[in-house]
């Protein structure tokens, strides 16, 4: 885990240094004078050799120090921890309901297997899966935006908000109105994946002896259904850790195009500005917030399926 | 099981005999068969320059004009057509696909073979890069190699490559893993086969409609990745993709006005990567029997 982490910090570091053209120039125009080009560079530890920035790096990332964004001139900490903040808030709330509709869409048209409302449902979610997630966003935009003139075009707040508080940011009706569009759009595209894991994990268990028992007890066809589904879920829950993992990739298209101040949107505007520190900052906490989900994931296996003991 | 001197081409064709009678195979079928007419046709369909710039019959340039009888799907905010720019767009998106598939499941089922048969350090070692490649935030990463390299669609394929390997060589692995301790592989052993031929003439056509699967959901993800990077702004500008037409209509926020620039490209990525995920699903059945309908 550790290793994993280390590893993607290291190639992250060394790529962004292979990008041809000198971050030092997004800093000066043409007439700044050698020796104040060399002066810049001295500042922020560019002229050194690679390998020694790269120890500095190291150090500073183990004592939580991502470095001072050259952009920004702000630490690269402040930057992305409120933008992280407002990613999770997106990705976290409309994936929660994904799975859980997804889930229990899923666990349905396993059950009806063969019927004609699990083919046509199947063909659906195949289809929703194949839209392109910045297509979908630039359509609801177009028909909720533009069109119908219910919601907001992006962003996260109407122009001039000010709030006085961290929290009071996001407890508002103008937040929320903002959030409906990308929570749809997001909700949508990640609906599809849940839903057919949890359709071929029914279909799985299906036809195991437990149900048959069940069923000739005179249980409901509901609850017989329920017991399938509760001993279906461990690969959803699997594949919730793998998703984090994809999620942002989604995730900055979808911050693209409803102009989301989140950690995908960023990482592409660092990218385009050279901003070396913020995107390895970025980068970082994707990979940590992947992994640790993916170790959440494994703990609670144990609850779930009682088989499984950790030693 | 498989074994022997079955050469690969039979596999491959018994495998799509049995997808094309499944409805969804057709259907898939029939969809990405109309594509890649439409990518070989291109210049008797669309013979026009897809960069071209048109004018008015006033002289005045045609400058965002609803479909008509003369532009079928409407023009673009610089004057270009739609429907000329979709037919092409099916070019990039064909070659990206069918490409990157294929390199991708390539390496993907070599990895996954050697990773799965040798075991011990050299799977340790594959598993851990397997890892890696798991953990990498991956249109991130795609981003920052396009930029660092300039964009083309050689470098967007290369990007998809580098990471895509990842899914097909962890689910080869497992395969590979189960299929070794078979009776038939050691029998194979116990006459004297190598470990090349035992990989490669009794282990591989067995994984080869698992590989095959991964194929057609590669063109997929391949197909999806080019439009997502072009959309960025990181596509290749001297050629017209769907996700580049779709770039152009956003930055020029043509879903405000022009809803003839939006719908073509969108539609055309969505049908295509639904005609290799319908193919991939009817073909899943077959790989995994315990799908199949009772």
Redesign the interface.
């Known amino acids: 885990m550790v290793?994993?982490?280390w590893?993607?910090i290291t190639?992250?570091f060394f790529?962004?240094r292979?990008?041809?053209g000198d971050p030092v120039s997004m800093l000066i125009t043409e007439n700044v004078s050698m020796e104040a080009q060399e002066m810049i560079r001295k500042q922020w530890g560019l002229d050194k050799p690679q390998y020694e920035q790269y120890l500095i790096y190291m150090e500073n990332l183990v004592q939580g120090k991502f470095g001072t964004s050259i952009y920004y001139k702000y630490p690269v900490w402040e930057i992305l921890i409120p933008r992280l903040f407002n990613t999770l808030i997106l990705m976290g709330t409309s994936m929660l309901v994904a799975i859980l509709i997804g889930g229990i869409a899923g666990a349905y048209l396993g059950w009806k297997?063969?019927a004609r409302s699990e083919k046509g449902g199947?063909?659906f979610i195949?289809?929703l899966?194949?839209?392109?997630i910045?297509?979908m966003g630039?359509?609801l935009?177009?028909v909720f935006?533009?069109w119908l003139r219910l919601f907001p075009g992006g962003g996260m707040h109407q122009t001039g908000f000010l709030s006085q508080s961290f929290i009071g940011n996001y407890l508002n009706l103008d937040f929320l109105k903002h959030l409906v569009l990308p929570f749809l759009c997001y909700l949508l595209y990640n609906i599809g994946d849940p839903l057919m894991i949890m359709r071929?994990s029914m279909?799985?268990i299906r036809?195991e002896d437990f149900l048959t028992l069940l069923q000739a007890k005179g249980l409901s066809e509901s609850s017989v259904m329920k017991q399938c589904a509760r001993n279906a879920i461990l690969p959803l829950i699997t594949y919730v850790g793998?998703l984090v993992?994809?999620a942002?990739?989604?995730q900055?298209?979808l911050e693209?195009?409803f102009s989301w101040p989140g950690l995908?949107r960023e990482?592409?505007l660092a990218?385009?500005k050279r901003d070396y520190a913020v995107?390895q900052g970025?980068?970082v906490l994707?990979?940590f917030v992947?992994?640790v989900m993916n170790f959440l994931v494994d703990l609670s296996y144990g609850l779930l399926d009682p088989r499984i003991v950790y030693k | 099981m498989v074994s022997g001197y079955l050469p690969y081409l039979q596999i491959i064709k018994n495998q799509v005999q049995i997808v094309l009678q499944d409805f969804s195979g057709k259907l898939g079928a029939c969809i990405l068969l109309f594509f890649v007419l439409l990518a070989l046709f291109a210049p008797v369909i669309a013979p026009n320059d897809p960069f071209k710039v048109y004018s008015r019959e006033d002289g005045s340039l045609a400058k965002m004009d609803p479909p008509s009888s003369k532009h079928w799907f409407g023009t673009t905010h610089y004057a270009r057509d739609v429907f000329n720019q979709t037919i092409w767009g099916s070019r990039v998106a064909i070659l990206i696909g069918f490409l990157s598939a294929f390199s991708v499941t390539l390496i993907g089922t070599v990895i996954g073979l050697i990773s799965g048969y040798y075991g011990g350090k050299i799977d340790d070692l594959l598993m851990r890069l397997t890892d890696i490649a798991y953990g990498i935030p991956f249109l991130p990463l795609c981003i920052l190699l396009v930029a660092i390299l300039k964009p083309s669609i050689w470098n967007i394929l290369l990007a998809i490559i580098l990471l895509f390997w990842r899914t097909t060589a962890r689910v080869i692995r497992s395969q590979v893993l189960s299929l070794k301790e078979r009776p038939f592989i050691w029998s194979a052993k116990a006459t004297g086969a190598g470990d090349l031929r035992i990989l490669f003439v009794h282990i591989a056509p067995n994984v080869l409609p698992l590989s095959l699967l991964y194929l057609a959901l590669g063109v997929g993800w391949g197909v999806m990745t080019e439009a997502s990077l072009s959309f960025l702004g990181l596509g290749d500008p001297m050629k017209i993709s769907w996700g580049g037409m779709l770039y152009d209509a956003f930055q020029m926020a043509a879903m405000r006005t022009a809803w003839w620039w939006i719908l073509p490209p969108g539609i055309s990525i969505a049908l295509f990567v639904v005609s290799v995920f319908l193919l991939g699903r009817s073909y899943e059945e077959i790989v995994n029997p315990r799908l199949r309908e009772p």
């Open positions: 290793v994993t982490i590893v993607i190639v992250t790529l962004f292979l990008i041809p297997r063969g199947v063909i195949l289809f899966r194949s839209i392109p910045f297509w630039i359509l935009l177009m935006t533009y071929s279909l799985e036809g793998v993992g994809y942002f990739s989604g900055v298209l693209t195009v995908g990482i592409v990218v385009f995107v970025s980068f994707m990979a992947a992994v």
